[in-house]
């Protein structure tokens, strides 16, 4: 089963849909997950402002944040691999995932 994980940039929540500014690109990478999700891919999605422990465990993470800081979000793995960082993947990336190309 393939495997996304998102690690966001600090959001007032989980998606970032809320509020009164929100980033465009944002509901469009909610529904994209919820796709995966529907078609069986494991997906995880964590926010620094919420879940802070998991950007330590993961090393690479981690890493990146002390050399990069949080411009270096969000970062996304596919299949424990850092596919992006610093920006959401455009619609060319989503679809060779989804399709299982990594």
Known sequence: MKK???YDPP???PTGVCGPDIDPVLPQI???LHQLRE?????ERYNLA?????FVQNTEVKRL????????????FVDG????QGRYPDTTEQESWAGGDT
């Open 4 to 6: 996304i994980q998102i």
């Open 11 to 13: 959001m007032c929540c």
């Open 30 to 32: 909610a529904g994209w």
């Open 39 to 43: 078609n069986g891919t494991a997906v």
């Open 50 to 54: 919420q879940q802070p422990l998991a």
């Open 65 to 76: 944040l002390d050399t990069v800081g949080t411009g270096a979000l969000p970062a996304i």
């Open 81 to 84: 691999i850092l596919r992006v």
